[in-house]
């Protein structure tokens, strides 16, 4: 993954059609890496993967860029659509949710952003 994102990030809004079919190649062969590590966790009914990065959408968007660059010279690239996370919102998050039970993380993470977000717009309103 990390060689794919550094040439999307490197290549701008169109990828050459080799580009396109390379992180194609590379985004399936995660998607399939990351549900065989899922596979395993729940057989061993250890959750692993308690927060999930939309599998389905991002196997069109590589099955899509490995069936475009077969018919044309450049490729849409698909971080013209996407949406980047503030580094500082991650941080947060994280502090909020990694000691937490992972079956949790997603309440949990909410409940204590929610509660930070309140602090921040209204002060200390612990008393209320």
């Known amino acids: 993954m990390n060689a794919l994102f550094r040439l999307l990030y490197r290549s701008g809004a169109w990828l050459r059609a080799d ?16 549900n065989r590590c899922a596979e395993i966790s729940l057989a061993m009914s250890q959750p692993r993967f308690p927060l999930h990065a939309k599998p389905h959408m991002l196997y069109h968007t590589f099955k899509f860029l490995k069936k475009w660059s077969e018919t044309h010279q450049w490729c849409e690239s698909p971080l013209v659509d996407a949406t980047q996370i503030d580094e500082s919102f991650v941080g947060v998050i994280s502090r909020f949710s990694r000691r937490v039970s992972p079956r949790a993380t997603i309440d949990r993470t909410y409940d204590l952003y929610m509660a930070s977000l309140r602090h921040q717009l209204l002060g200390d309103a612990k008393n209320d």
């Open 19 to 34: 580009e396109a079919c390379q992180v194609g190649d590379w985004g399936l062969t995660f998607l399939r890496a990351e």
